[in-house]
C-alpha cells in the first residue's frame, strides 16, 4: 500500500499570509493532484502535476512536484478567508484507476 | 456537462431498510467511483467501475451493492445497514485512468442510519 502523508494536518492563520502544506510519500507516483473540499462537499481538483520538479501556478496558488515525484508542496499567497477548506493531495500509481487521499490539511482562514 | 450528479443529497434510513443512492455524469468518463468520507478523515476507496463492469472492490461488506447499468450511471445499493455506516457517500467518475484531468466528484450523499 502506498501512503501518502500531510503536513500540517491543522492550520489556522489570518488573512494575508502566506503557507505552505506539504505531501510526501515513499513511493514514486505516475501523477499526483490537489484537490479542496468544503463541508458538505465533493473534493474539486485544483492542479494535476506529471513531470519531476514540475511548478504549476493558478493565481495565489502555487503548487510543486518533487524531482523524484515522491513528494509535493501547495503554497498560497496571501490567503483568503475564502481558501477556508479541506487541502486533500492524491497520487497515482502506475496510471492506475485508483490512487491513495492523504489525510488531508485542514486550513482555516481568519479575517 | 461537467458535473457528477448525486441523489439524494440526505438520507435517513433504519437498519432493516433498503435505499439506493444513485449519480450520473455525461462526460464521457468511462470510470466511476463510489468513495465513503466520515467525518474529519479523507474519501476511502470502496468500487470502481471501468467500461462498466466492476474492477475493484476494496473488500467493501455486502450490505453495499454496486451497480452500473450504462456508460453514465452509478447505483449503490444498500440494506441492513450499521449505524457505524453513516457517512457522506461520494460519487466520481475520471477517464480510465485519473489523467490530467483528475477525477470528478460530486457532491455527495449524507448518508444517516438509525
Known amino acids: 500500500t502506498q501512503l501518502l502523508e500531510q503536513s500540517p494536518q491543522f492550520l489556522s492563520i489570518q488573512e494575508g499570509e502566506n503557507l505552505t502544506v506539504y505531501c510526501n510519500s515513499s513511493?514514486?507516483?505516475?501523477?499526483l493532484q490537489w484537490y479542496r473540499q468544503e463541508p458538505g462537499e465533493g473534493p474539486v481538483l485544483l492542479v494535476t502535476v506529471v513531470t519531476g520538479g514540475e511548478v504549476k501556478k493558478l493565481k495565489r496558488l502555487t503548487f510543486q512536484f518533487g524531482d523524484a515525484r515522491k513528494d509535493s508542496s501547495l503554497h498560497i499567497t496571501a490567503a483568503q478567508t475564502g481558501d477556508t477548506g479541506l487541502y486533500l493531495c492524491a497520487g497515482e500509481h502506475n496510471y492506475g484507476q485508483n490512487f491513495v487521499f492523504g489525510p488531508g490539511t485542514r486550513l482555516s482562514v481568519l479575517p | 456537462d461537467t458535473e457528477v450528479t448525486q441523489t439524494p443529497k440526505h438520507l435517513v434510513m433504519g437498519m432493516t431498510n433498503k435505499k439506493s443512492l444513485k449519480c450520473e455524469q455525461h462526460?464521457?468518463?468511462?470510470?466511476m467511483y463510489w468513495y465513503k468520507q466520515k467525518a474529519k478523515k479523507p474519501p476511502e476507496l470502496m468500487f470502481v467501475y471501468s467500461y462498466e463492469k466492476l474492477s475493484i472492490n476494496e473488500s467493501v461488506p455486502s450490505r453495499f451493492s454496486p451497480e452500473c447499468p450504462n456508460s453514465s450511471l452509478l447505483n449503490l445499493h444498500l440494506h441492513a445497514l450499521q449505524p457505524e455506516d453513516s457517512a457522506l457517500y461520494l460519487c466520481?467518475?475520471?477517464?480510465?485512468?485519473?489523467?490530467?484531468?483528475?477525477?470528478?466528484f460530486g457532491s455527495g450523499t449524507r448518508l444517516t442510519v438509525v
Open positions: 462526460m464521457g468518463h468511462r470510470a
Open positions: 513511493s514514486v507516483f505516475s501523477s
Open positions: 466520481a467518475s475520471s477517464r480510465p485512468g485519473a489523467g490530467p484531468d483528475g477525477y470528478t
